[in-house]
């Protein structure tokens, strides 16, 4: 066989050669890169991660799944517990007290009445200024009496009586045409020892039968401000 001289290649074939042949290989070695989800691509990210390596650290658990804690704090009604507006949170109060409580509280809402309206007219109309100091300070301290009973009456849906019974009407009335010491004389007996005897025993019935722990907590304010109005008068009658 006849040979042929070997030619030179020029360096620069020779390089461009050698690379390709470098990138060839590369090529059949590297595995394609796999695409990224979107889900992926979230959970790669720094914030994310940041947030579950903070709730790992403070003991709450999963972002995907937060502690029964945080349920109960932020949405009670999440984890099956009462909320504050739910029946089982808040007990209506209206309904829980017995008959003899709010026979009570409707009997004294109008004895209260009656003894307010007399007490302002004799704090105009009597004669001995002892007695119009003694009808005012009677007048004042039912006046806050009756507004703690209305607080009480409408938390536990009993209705007070807005006017006077008739009895109640008759005495006012024939107070108002009395006058001078004549007045005095039928409001301090009328109102100040009788009525008090007459509100006091209601209230001392109601300390001992009442169950209801607001309307024993009203009894046992109120009735030692009764007694010592109706002590006031026993003193006014024997000082006249």
């Known amino acids: ?35 990224m989800s979107v889900a992926d691509a979230s959970l790669a ?50 309904g829980t007290l017995n008959g ?7 009997q004294v809402g109008a004895q209260s009445l009656f003894e307010i309206q007399v007490s302002e007219l004799a704090a105009e109309k009597a004669r001995d200024p ?17 507004e703690e009973l209305r607080r009480l009456a409408a ?3 009993v209705s007070l009586p807005e006017t006077l019974l008739p009895q109640d009407q008759k005495t006012l009335s024939a107070l108002r045409n009395a006058s001078g010491t004549a007045f005095d004389k ?5 109102v100040g020892v009788n009525e008090h005897e007459k509100t006091i025993a209601t209230f001392e019935k109601a300390s001992a039968d009442a169950q209801n722990p607001a309307v024993k907590d009203y009894v046992q304010s109120t009735l030692p401000t009764l007694k010592s109005h109706l002590d006031a008068a026993r003193k006014l009658q024997t000082k006249g």
Do not use: W
Not at 7 to 30: D, Q
């Open 1 to 35: 066989m006849k040979s042929y001289p070997r030619m030179p290649r020029h360096p620069i074939v020779t390089t461009a050669l050698a690379g390709a042949a470098l990138l060839s290989l590369s090529g059949c070695e590297r595995e394609p890169t796999p695409k």
């Open 45 to 94: 990210s720094p914030t994310s991660t940041a947030q579950a390596d903070t709730g790992t650290a403070l003991g709450t658990g999963s972002l995907a799944n937060p502690p029964v804690e945080a349920l109960t704090r932020d949405n009670p009604s999440a984890a099956g517990l009462p909320t504050a507006t739910s029946p089982q949170a808040t007990s209506t109060t209206a």
């Open 186 to 190: 039928q409001y301090l007996q009328t």
């Open 100 to 106: 003899a409580e709010q026979r009570f509280i409707s």
């Open 155 to 157: 938390g536990h849906g």
């Open 130 to 146: 002892a007695l119009r100091s003694y009808a005012a300070l009677v007048a004042a301290d039912h006046k806050g009496a009756a």
